[in-house]
């Protein structure tokens, strides 16, 4: 599984700002089939570590907050 270099080119993001994993949120990792989705451990903010999303969506649907957003290439909308 290829390891996901930037932040800005994985098709999932999170928001930082809303992001509530440092408070023990850990929804969006939880319902990834694909276990691409980790928690930082220096942040303690969620982010994908794997580039292998299906676009499936249940990390944004889930989320308490809203913090992630899945980038959906515009071909497969």
Same mark, same amino acid.
């Given at each position: $599984?290829?390891? @996901?270099?930037?932040p800005?080119?994985? =098709? !999932? /993001?999170?928001d930082?700002? #809303?992001? &509530?994993?440092? #408070?023990?949120?850990?929804v969006c990792?939880d319902?990834c089939p694909?276990d +691409?989705?980790? &928690?930082?451990?220096l942040?303690g #903010?969620a982010? $994908? #570590?794997?580039d292998e999303?299906?676009? *499936?969506m =249940?990390?944004?649907?889930? *989320? =308490? /907050?809203? @913090? !992630?957003? +899945?980038? &959906? =290439?515009?071909?497969?909308?």
């Amino acid at each position: $599984m290829p390891l @996901a270099l930037s932040p800005s080119t994985v =098709p !999932v /993001t999170v928001d930082d700002a #809303k992001c &509530i994993a440092d #408070k023990g949120c850990t929804v969006c990792v939880d319902v990834c089939p694909l276990d +691409v989705l980790r &928690i930082s451990e220096l942040t303690g #903010k969620a982010y $994908m #570590k794997f580039d292998e999303c299906w676009y *499936c969506m =249940p990390c944004e649907t889930d *989320c =308490p /907050t809203g @913090a !992630v957003t +899945v980038n &959906i =290439p515009y071909l497969l909308r």
